[in-house]
């Protein structure tokens, strides 16, 4: 069975950048890279929310509204590995950051669409 690790995440000022990083690993190292990924975040008294998704191949990049703009996804099939590059943080971006795995090779929106999450890393912006 996969597992995603996040990391990256910290206490950064508005205005600054942090770039998530999440590696699967697990007895079949190729367990991430013929599918979507998608990054989503739980804010303090909040519902968990979707940030960002990547299909299989690095198209199909979707984001939420939100983010659109300030945030990019990108992956590296070769190291298992999914990014998340935030810029112009503002004080609404502070939550807990997870990468799923998603059923197929190219996923949504939808947490329902995935199989695979990890245990996130916290991002704290401070105004």
């Known amino acids: 069975q996969v597992q995603l690790v996040e990391s990256g995440g910290g206490l950064v000022q508005a205005g600054g950048s942090l770039r998530l990083a999440c590696v699967a690993s697990?007895?079949?190292?190729?367990?991430?890279?013929?599918?979507?990924m998608a990054w989503f975040r739980r804010a303090p008294g909040k519902e968990r929310e979707f940030v960002a998704a990547?299909?299989?191949?690095?198209?199909?990049?979707r984001y939420a509204d939100s983010v659109r703009g300030r945030f990019t996804v990108s992956r590296d099939r070769a190291q298992n590995t999914v990014y998340l590059q935030m810029n112009s943080l503002q004080s609404e971006d502070t939550a807990l950051y997870y990468c799923?795995?998603?059923?197929?090779?190219?996923?949504?929106?939808?947490?329902?669409?995935?199989?695979?999450w990890g245990q996130g890393t916290q991002v704290t912006v401070s105004e």
């Open positions: 799923a795995k998603g059923r197929g090779a190219v996923s949504g929106s939808d947490p329902t669409g995935y199989t695979a």
């Open positions: 697990g007895r079949y190292r190729s367990t991430i890279s013929n599918n979507g």
């Open positions: 990547i299909g299989w191949n690095g198209g199909n990049i």
